[in-house]
T-cell receptor
Framework: DTGVSQNPRHKITKRGQNVTFRCDPI?????LYWYRQTLGQGPEFLTY????????KSRLLSDRFSAERPKGSFSTLEIQRTEQGDSAMYLC?????????????FGPGTRLTVL | QKEVEQNSGPLSVPEGAIASLNCTYS??????FFWYRQYSGKSPELIMF????GDKEDGRFTAQLNKASQYVSLLIRDSQPSDSATYLC???????????FGTGTRLTIIP
């Protein structure tokens, strides 16, 4: 079990540029989640996939954000035309069913800084 | 009212004492409750979860859930300096897998 991995770990970009992040979940997990966390706040839900199907998107996920999980394995999160307000830690989690509960395990995150 | 509320702290506890962290939630449809630990600059790490009223123990950690009072807590026994971190409470609703987090409580264990 290698855990959830995310790349890159850090990204600095200029306002208006597009960025893409990748998440590789724990191999046997079929659910994958994206969250965003800013300083002093808890993570905020963005979207989640079950296999390749995107089942829910937050209203936080504007039309500049898009996420995919094409083969039900890794996922990408793209932000187009980045804004300074997009600066945050982007967290990916994958989950397994433990009894009645879906238990989410987080990757190390991608820290985005928009200049 | 926020969906999940935690005292932001900081909470300072002497080494070896019991640290008590509290969380309240607003939605009575909340099903499962999670405690995550987050060190500065790192991602959240799952400590434990609970979904039935009462206590659940795992090593030095005990989660307590009271659905009538919409209250969940985490006790850390024999606190160690390595327990110094931000503790995040998270809940999910029945049939909805996303987690809703509180803002976290910063805990400092004083040697």
């Amino acid at each position: 079990d290698t855990g959830v991995s995310q790349n890159p770990r850090h990204k600095i970009t200029k306002r208006g540029q597009n960025v893409t992040f990748r998440c590789d979940p724990i191999s046997e997990h079929n659910r994958l989640y994206w969250y965003r966390q800013t300083l002093g706040q808890g993570p905020e839900f963005l979207t989640y996939f079950q296999n390749e199907a995107q089942l829910e998107k937050s209203r936080l996920l504007s039309d500049r954000f898009s996420a995919e999980r094409p083969k039900g394995s890794f996922s990408t999160l793209e932000i187009q035309r980045t804004e300074q307000g997009d600066s945050a830690m982007y967290l990916c989690a994958s989950s397994s069913r433990e009894g009645l509960t879906d238990t989410q395990y987080f990757g190390p995150g991608t820290r985005l800084t928009v200049l | 009212q926020k969906e999940v509320e935690q005292n932001s702290g900081p909470l300072s506890v002497p080494e070896g004492a019991i640290a008590s962290l509290n969380c309240t939630y607003s939605d009575r449809g909340s099903q499962s409750f999670f405690w995550y630990r987050q060190y500065s600059g790192k991602s959240p790490e799952l400590i434990m979860f609970i979904y039935s009223n009462g206590d659940k123990e795992d090593g030095r950690f005990t989660a307590q859930l009271n659905k009538a009072s919409q209250y969940v807590s985490l006790l850390i026994r024999d606190s160690q300096p390595s327990d110094s971190a931000t503790y995040l409470c998270a809940v999910n609703l029945l049939g909805n897998e996303k987690l809703t987090f509180g803002t976290g409580t910063r805990l400092t264990i004083i040697p």
